[in-house]
């Protein structure tokens, strides 16, 4: 079963293995996961340079998914 919320709680080995995409537009969204809900829709992603950027697609607009890493 995918997650459905990933926190900084949770190793980042585990987060590694997942990627969250959104549902409006099925795309990735890009980055590291630092948290993210699937209830809230909101998550907080790390990006290549190291900012972290907070995004907000709704309540249950974005989904866990096993990233292809």
Same mark, same amino acid.
């Given at each position: 079963?995918? @997650?459905?919320?990933? *926190?900084?709680? $949770? @190793?980042?080995? $585990? =987060? =590694? =293995?997942?990627?969250?995409? #959104?549902? $409006? *537009?099925?795309? $990735?969204? @890009?980055?590291? +996961?630092?948290?993210?809900?699937?209830? *809230? /829709? *909101?998550?907080?992603? #790390?990006?290549?340079? /190291?900012?972290?950027?907070? &995004?907000?697609? !709704? @309540? &249950? /607009?974005? =989904? +866990?998914?096993?990233? !292809? #890493?």
């Amino acid at each position: 079963m995918l @997650p459905q919320k990933l *926190t900084a709680v $949770d @190793p980042e080995s $585990d =987060r =590694r =293995r997942y990627k969250v995409v #959104r549902l $409006d *537009t099925h795309q $990735d969204v @890009p980055g590291l +996961i630092l948290s993210a809900s699937v209830e *809230t /829709g *909101t998550c907080m992603m #790390r990006a290549g340079s /190291g900012e972290a950027k907070e &995004y907000n697609f !709704g @309540p &249950y /607009g974005l =989904r +866990i998914v096993v990233g !292809g #890493r």
